[in-house]
């Protein structure tokens, strides 16, 4: 049943209108309107009617009180009409009629829901595929920080984490354009040359921020990343509307239909070309490192302070080892544990930097549940340790 309800307030005190039969009649203004035993005739359909009125508690003012009730769907659009030229006829008694029950709109959501929740599983189905076949992140699962505000749901066991992230993130981990993980040793080459010849137009190429759909993706498809990610973020401004219950109508319906249209077989290719894609060991830490800043706040605020450290640790520690030992290239551990063997750093902080690896290993490989105070705590250690180390943001070693 296509029920819609209003409520209307008297706004004009210069319009007389405070029973049915006026209200009636200024209804019948538009002569496409005929009101008659609880029926409203308008064009080809008949449409059940009721109306009540009163007054409102301690004042002079009248209220009316008006459902509609039709469901042939058939017809929808002439009903539709209808609605709109009641609206534009109480258009002169009130500015704001209030919108009880809206059938229209629940109407189309229903439409819209099963084929936003399909696009939105072929996103996440390519999503988790691509991480799982080619990064082989086992610590995608459930597991969050407590209470941590993110887009994630934690509540939902079930699924692997990707079913718990929400919508709009989706978009984020394919289209957010992230900088090389040692964009700071090019810009400090930058910063060095002294005449263009000492550049490398290479170098300077990889400054240029990428994203992971550029990069593994784009080749592949035909549509462009800015046309796709428009049509995302338009897909999920209707989404957000079926999901919270807003006005929704044909048009919305029609446009959910069309931007699923152009994005499904996007997605659905880009799918199918995963298996020409070959990722090497150090770029598959690079997307654990970004899919976790994508996807929860703190722990990209971690990872982010986390990075200055392991780049200081690595940088010092080369005063201390040979050519052989440099092309060998230890462990971070093994780096930390030199430079508080040769007295660089004292032993406090080398524990405290042993104990911030801990954390670090703890969100990449999720080997066990941290809370939103521990992860509070690191970073305030972090913030600690690197003013201690004399690192500034730019990790150049100042000390």
């Excluded at 910063?191 to 290479?202: G, M, P, R, Y």
């Excluded at 993706?217 to 999901?243: G, Q």
């Excluded at 982010?304 to 450290?309: F, T």
Aim: charge should be negative; proline fraction near 2%; aromatic fraction near 12%.
């Amino acid at each position: 049943m296509l029920k819609l309800e209003y409520l209307i307030f008297i706004d004009n005190e210069g319009i007389k209108c405070n029973d049915e039969k006026s209200f009636n009649h200024l209804l019948q203004s538009n002569p496409d309107i005929e009101v008659k035993n609880n029926k409203i005739k308008y064009k080809s359909i008949t449409v059940d009617y009721e109306l009540t009125f009163g007054q409102i508690a301690d004042t002079n003012r009248t209220y009316f009180h008006l459902i509609f009730n039709y469901n042939e769907i058939d017809k929808i659009d002439i009903y539709v009409s209808l609605l709109k030229s009641v609206k534009s006829v109480i258009h002169i008694i009130t500015k704001t009629p209030q919108t009880l029950y809206d059938g229209i709109s629940i109407y189309y959501s229903n439409l819209a829901y099963p084929i936003i929740s399909d696009i939105e599983n072929v996103m996440r189905r390519l999503i988790t595929k691509f991480m799982l076949t080619k990064v082989g992140v086992d610590w995608i699962k459930d597991r969050t920080p407590d209470d941590v505000k993110s887009s994630i749901n934690s509540s939902n066991k079930d699924l692997t984490y990707l079913h718990n992230v929400d919508f709009i993130q989706l978009k984020n981990f394919l289209f957010s354009e992230n900088y090389p993980v040692h964009k700071e040793n090019l810009v400090k080459k930058l910063k060095e040359a002294k005449d263009i010849s000492e550049l490398n137009l290479d170098d300077i190429k990889v400054l240029i921020p990428n994203s992971n759909w550029e990069r593994y993706f784009s080749t592949n498809i035909s549509i462009s990343k800015e046309k796709l990610i428009k049509s995302w973020d338009d897909l999920y401004d209707l989404r957000c509307n079926v999901a919270h219950n807003k006005t929704f109508n044909k048009t919305d319906y029609e446009k959910v239909k069309s931007l699923c249209d152009e994005i499904r077989p996007q997605l659905v290719q880009a799918f199918d070309s995963l298996s020409k894609i070959e990722i090497d060991k150090s770029t598959r830490e690079m997307l654990k490192e970004e899919i976790v800043n994508n996807f929860n706040v703190l722990y990209g605020e971690f990872i982010s302070k986390w990075r200055l450290i392991e780049k200081w640790v690595f940088e010092s520690s080369k005063m201390f080892i040979d050519d052989e030992e440099n092309n060998k290239r230890p462990t971070f551990t093994l780096d930390l544990r030199k430079l508080m063997q040769t007295g660089y750093m004292d032993r406090e902080t080398y524990q405290r930097i042993r104990e911030l690896y801990s954390v670090r290993n703890d969100i990449f490989h999720n080997s066990r549940n941290l809370t939103e105070n521990e992860i509070h705590e690191a970073i305030f250690d972090l913030f600690l340790v690197i003013s201690e180390l004399n690192i500034d943001e730019t990790n150049e070693i100042i000390k």
